[in-house]
């Protein structure tokens, strides 16, 4: 991690007001919608939103979901969430301080999503974070994120470099494997944006290359 978490959560509660506003690309709108749909609660489900900001995933899957919990490092964004579930009248997410290595939950979770956030992590921190991902035990885990799947332009990086530590397609599927998961769908948005879908090892079907 290139800024401390606190450094990151006084950042981005800074922008928080105007962050829906900044975000709105194509490439982000489009790896956004592929979380929700690859996501794919049930009303039975519980739904876990690691790195939540101020909570589109999180508030796009609760109609669908039995609930959904939304973590972040920064009370500002998930204020903004907090703000957007009252208004659209959701009672069953609930937004609290969280962190991807120390989510701050142990309750029951069905599906874990991330969208946009584990970039701000090195790899191994994305390790140590996927391995508690899976600790947790959900059946399904979703990510989208700034993602190399090839030698990324440094003329046109999809982030920025003094904050932001994106990893390779690879390395992720590699964490991924190691932590029990199965690799079972490989979405690429740009060649610096993608998502990747991993089920419990054995509950999906064949691992697609990540190459």
């Known amino acids: 991690m290139k800024k401390t978490i606190e450094e990151h959560a006084d950042r981005f509660s800074q922008i928080a007001a105007d962050y829906d506003e900044t975000q709105s690309s194509d490439e982000y709108r ?20 690691l790195g939540t900001g101020t909570g589109a995933i999180a508030l796009a899957l609760a109609p669908r979901a039995k609930r959904v919990v939304g973590r972040d490092i920064s009370e500002g964004m998930m204020e903004q969430a907090r703000k957007k579930a009252e208004k659209e009248g959701l009672d069953n997410v609930e937004f609290g301080e969280g962190r991807f290595r120390d989510p701050n939950y142990d309750g029951e979770v069905d599906i874990v999503v991330s969208n946009f956030a584990m970039h701000h992590l090195s790899d191994e921190e994305k390790r140590e974070a996927i391995q508690t991902i899976a600790d947790l035990g959900p059946r399904r885990f979703v990510l989208g994120d700034v993602m190399f799947f090839g030698e990324p332009n440094p003329d046109e990086p999809f982030y920025s470099p003094e904050v ?23 979405e690429c948005v740009h060649e610096q944006v993608g998502v990747l879908v991993a089920e419990r090892a054995g509950d999906g079907d064949e691992v697609p290359s990540a190459e």
């Open 164 to 186: 932001d530590d994106p990893a390779t397609v690879g390395m992720l599927a590699d964490a991924l494997t190691d932590a029990g998961f199965a690799l079972t769908a490989v």
């Open 30 to 49: 489009a790896c956004a919608s592929l979380v929700v749909d690859h996501a794919d609660p049930t009303p039975d489900d519980v739904v876990l939103d």
